[in-house]
């Protein structure tokens, strides 16, 4: 019970998080009566730990691409999804997130960047330290005081390595309908 409110608390504050992400730039009297509807949840495949919403999902090209294809999260969210592969010959399929919840690693590199002009470092769960997949920033603001990607900045998720909310909670509904019959 008291981890379930640890987690409800938690989640609040996530949303609040991303709901003052949305209402930036634009003028407060036209928000202070709009409510922002999540429209999904990504969470880690691992732990069940927020990483994003449906909502920041964004699309950018990466010239490094080997494939690019969409994938659709939502009825109204549609996304692109690119297949990378760093030096070591992995191939990951990425989309991306103007947010994400990652832990605070080490310094930024430009070492080998699939997105010219910007350097990363990597994006673990805060919870279960799993690859999530990699955040980026502009070169020029990639100092060590920006532990996390800023506004010009964005984050590469890895695909396989979170599920949006919807899908697990219509998998529960499947399951408990199996059993009620
Ligand atoms: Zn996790």
Redesign the pocket.
């Known amino acids: 019970m008291k981890c379930n409110q640890k987690h409800k608390l938690m989640r609040i504050s996530f949303i609040f998080l991303i709901v003052l992400l949305f209402v930036r730039g634009y003028p407060a009297e036209e928000n202070t009566e709009e409510e922002t509807v999540i429209e999904d949840f990504f969470i880690?495949r691992?732990?069940g730990?927020d990483v994003s919403v449906a909502n920041l999902a964004f699309d950018k090209y990466t010239p490094l691409a080997l494939s690019a294809t969409n994938h659709s999260f939502t009825e109204t969210r549609s996304v692109l999804i690119q297949e990378v592969q760093n030096p070591l010959g992995i191939r990951f399929h990425i989309f991306l997130v103007k947010q994400a919840s990652c832990a605070k690693v080490h310094p930024w590199t430009i070492k080998s960047t699939w997105f010219p002009g910007y350097a990363w470092k990597v994006c673990v769960?805060p919870?279960?330290h799993?690859l999530l997949g990699w955040m980026f920033e502009p070169v020029e603001s990639a100092t060590a005081e920006q532990s996390f990607p800023s506004e010009a900045g964005f984050y590469a998720i890895i695909f396989q390595n979170i599920i949006t909310e919807g899908f697990v909670n219509s998998l529960l509904m499947k399951e408990k309908a199996l059993r009620d019959n």
Do not use: A, L
């Open positions: 880690c691992t732990c730990n769960c919870k279960c799993t």
